[in-house]
């Protein structure tokens, strides 16, 4: 079930001390709860990282000693506040939520990019998981699939996090590479065992 502002505000302003949930900087709990959604507005971080433009003919990732590094891959780019990043028609670039957020053991969350942005062509063009017990800022994947560039800038709300109930009496600890992170990267893809023997198989 997902959980409304109201219910979030509620939470926020009175945390369990054994296990919190904190979005910080915190967002006003009055206009929170008195907005009767179902999700909390995030903000731009000031790191953005870009696909290179490179020489590489394929991205080959089920080859991981043949795939490239994420520093040959991608540049970085840090943009403060009063500055802005200007994302291209069809680039696609990595950015960071300006809240560093940690989920309890009894919830779990979604990112998805706001419909106003969305209607220029600047969409979040995968919806992040939250997994319970996450603790870090949250890498947004960005795209512009419009016709002209848009300005983008740290400290707009540029998508919105849902929280909904996780029901489960283990503790809650992610496992994702990315928690603790302040700013994006691009990770690792591995093959799993069962797509490795696929592949092997047809070999």
Not at 4 to 30: C, F, G, Q, V, Y
Not at 73 to 102: A, C, M, N, S
Not at 104 to 121: E, F, Q
Request: charged share 20%; hydrophobic share 40%.
């Amino acid at each position: 079930m997902i959980i409304k502002s109201d219910e979030i505000a509620r939470r926020l302003s009175n945390p369990d001390p054994s296990d919190p949930l904190i979005i910080t900087p915190r967002p006003s709990l009055e206009r929170l709860a008195a907005s009767g959604t179902g999700s909390v507005d995030l903000r731009l971080g000031t790191w953005i990282v870009s696909l290179r433009q490179s020489r590489i003919s394929i991205l080959d990732v089920s080859n991981s000693s043949d795939s490239p590094g994420e520093g040959r891959l991608t540049r970085q780019y840090y943009v403060p506040f009063g500055g802005k990043f200007i994302l291209h028609p069809k680039y696609f670039d990595l950015g960071v939520t300006l809240e560093w957020i940690r989920l309890p053991k009894d919830l779990a969350g979604y990112v998805i990019g706001k419909s106003s942005w969305g209607r220029r062509g600047l969409v979040i063009a995968t919806a992040v998981g939250v997994h319970p017990g996450f603790a870090g800022c949250l890498t947004l994947e960005i795209s512009n699939l419009g016709e002209i560039p848009v300005a983008i800038k740290p400290g707009m709300q540029i998508c919105q996090l849902f929280l909904h109930d996780v029901h489960s009496e283990s503790p809650a600890v992610s496992k994702s590479v990315f928690v603790g992170q302040r700013k994006p990267r691009l990770g690792i893809v591995k093959a799993d065992p069962v797509a490795e023997a696929l592949m092997k198989s047809y070999q």
